[in-house]
């Protein structure tokens, strides 16, 4: 099995910044992609931005240049820095990997419990 737990989350003033990480254990052969997505109340949840396992990054259209995605293989962890946070990136923001557990094994997806960020003055 494969936990992931994020961590970081909160409240931030308009303008502000915040560092949400995240940490996958348990039975881990290889991660391939990790990703970042968020629900906004009333909303559906997003894909916010994601990282290959080589590293090749991408983000949705509304977090470009101000949100970076990083990750550290040796220790399973991704990381999602925000800058110029506004009220409407005010949503639970959720964890997300693809992880193989054994040599020739298969592909899982999981996903983290959330973590809320809001921005609010």
């Known amino acids: 099995q494969v936990q992931l737990v994020e961590y970081g989350g909160g409240l931030v003033q308009p303008g502000g910044s915040l560092r949400l990480s995240c940490a996958a254990s348990?039975?881990?052969?290889?991660?391939?992609?990790m990703n970042w997505y968020r629900q906004a109340p009333g909303k559906q949840r997003e894909l916010v931005a994601t990282i290959t396992g080589g590293g090749r990054t991408d983000y949705a259209a509304s977090v470009k240049g101000r949100f970076t995605i990083s990750r550290d293989n040796a220790k399973n962890m991704v990381y999602l820095q925000m800058k110029s946070l506004n009220p409407e990136d005010t949503a639970v923001y959720y964890c997300?990997?693809?992880?193989?557990?054994?040599?020739?094994?298969?592909?899982?997806?999981?996903w983290g419990q959330g973590t809320q960020v809001t921005v609010s003055s």
């Open positions: 348990g039975s881990i052969f290889s991660i391939n992609a």
């Open positions: 997300n990997a693809d992880v193989i557990s054994s040599f020739g094994g298969s592909w899982y997806n999981y």
